[in-house]
């Protein structure tokens, strides 16, 4: 059993950066880790992941250039760094986990099979 847990979320007006992190605990080994969000009266989107083990990552077309995810190893932590936040990034932003060899580029929210109960990130005009 892997537990998520989310943190860093707020309320931020537009072009400021917010940083989310995601704490990691439990003895199952994890392939890679996903951050997704969810919009009110939308679905559940894909932002981007990260291979634990390497550390390579893949983002959404739409996050390539705001979006940064890294790990930290030494505190089993992941983060997700938001640069130039705009009103549509608004959502709550979940960490997801996959202990299993799916494709890192699998953007699909059923491949990951361990989920944070996510963080509110509102963003002002």
């Known amino acids: 059993q892997v537990q998520l847990v989310e943190s860093g979320g707020g309320m931020v007006t537009a072009g400021v950066s917010l940083r989310l992190s995601c704490a990691a605990s439990g003895r199952t080994w994890i392939y890679r880790y996903g951050w997704f969000r969810q919009a009110p009266g939308k679905e559940r989107e894909f932002v981007g992941a990260?291979?634990?083990?390497?550390?390579?990552?893949y983002y959404k077309d739409s996050a390539k250039g705001r979006f940064t995810i890294s790990r930290d190893t030494a505190n089993n932590m992941v983060r997700l760094q938001m640069d130039s936040l705009k009103p549509e990034d608004t959502a709550v932003y979940y960490c997801a986990a996959d202990s299993t060899y799916d494709s890192l580029r699998d953007t699909s929210a059923g491949s990951f099979e361990y989920w944070g109960p996510g963080t509110q990130v509102t963003v002002s005009a």
């Open positions: 990260i291979v634990w083990r390497d550390g390579r990552t």
